[in-house]
């Protein structure tokens, strides 16, 4: 059953995950302000993260839907690749920023204060985050959007980003370890490098056109082979994604003695057919008398 978040537009809820980056951030930062831990810290620059990237990633999302046009005969749907890639780069921004923080602080220790309203308002801060983050991913998956999966995974880490400062700071107080708040925002500042890492990876992917996903082509043959017959088969199958869309080529070879008519209405059929069964997918097949081969890879090709 669908749910209802599945049903937001990637863009309604990019608009909510700015306005609630904005208030994370004043709530973040008022802790940090009552507490001086530089962990809330580190945890209200994270947060300034999340407000770069929502904003980027709107952006991103608004080219996306351009509809194909000269220059871009295509399409813009790879633009969600960007914003992957921006909110990584500026993921490593924050992490050195808060690594150089925690060093310091390490290095020179203080003591913190008025520990239950600064917890308080990071706790606050993360439940929102955390239901956002539920909406987005149920989106995402819904219109197979890469920029709010992104923006969606990159609140999830925040969320355990901050259970982990709200940890440190809890055991300062029970400890009087001022050390552990310090070391507790270079493992955030670690934490949040590898999600950097991860986002800045699938961008790359995507920008090189990566294959679609087993399963979806495990769909693709279970659709071919409604259609292959001793005179029909299908060969030098590729595929790709491009931010929401997918795309699949292939040869479909047929007896040469069939009229031209005949052979364009079945590869319509076929074309229909896995459409219908891979949603946004975009199907070409190149029509082949049954004792021609194709060949690719050519030395004299890749000169």
Do not use: C
Not at 281 to 290: D, E, F
């Amino acid at each position: 059953m669908r749910s209802w978040a599945a049903s937001l537009s990637p863009s309604l809820l990019l608009r909510a995950s700015i306005a609630v980056a904005v208030l994370t951030i004043a709530l973040k930062s008022a802790a940090w302000w009552i507490t001086g831990s530089v962990g809330l810290l580190s945890d209200a620059m994270e947060s300034l993260v999340n407000l770069a990237g929502a904003a980027f990633a709107l952006l991103m999302v608004t080219i996306a839907r351009r509809p194909a046009d000269e220059d871009h005969p295509y399409g813009h749907h790879k633009a969600e690749y960007f914003s992957s890639g921006f909110e990584g780069l500026a993921i490593f921004v924050a992490a050195a920023g808060i690594l150089w923080a925690a060093t310091q602080r390490l290095l020179a220790p203080q003591p913190l204060d008025q520990l239950g309203w600064g917890l308080a308002l990071s706790v606050l801060s993360s439940a929102l985050n955390g239901a956002l983050a539920w909406a987005m991913l149920q989106s995402s998956r819904a219109h197979r959007s890469v920029a709010l999966e992104a923006d969606a995974r990159h609140l999830i880490t925040d969320v355990w980003t901050s259970a982990g400062v709200v940890l440190g700071v809890g055991l300062v107080a029970l400890t009087g370890w001022q050390w552990l708040d310090p070391a507790v925002a270079i493992g955030v500042a670690l934490n949040i490098l590898r999600e950097g890492a991860s986002l800045m990876w699938k961008s790359s992917q995507g920008l090189m056109d990566e294959a679609l996903e087993p399963e979806v082509m495990e769909e693709v043959q279970k659709t071919l082979d409604g259609f292959r017959h001793p005179t029909i088969r299908f060969d030098h199958i590729s595929s790709r994604k491009s931010g929401q869309r997918r795309f699949v080529d292939l040869h479909m070879h047929m007896p040469a003695s069939w009229t031209l008519g005949r052979a364009a209405a079945l590869r319509g059929s076929v074309e229909q057919a896995l459409m219908s069964a891979v949603p946004g997918l975009r199907a070409t097949i190149q029509l082949l008398p049954s004792d021609v081969e194709a060949h690719f890879d050519d030395e004299k090709d890749l000169i």
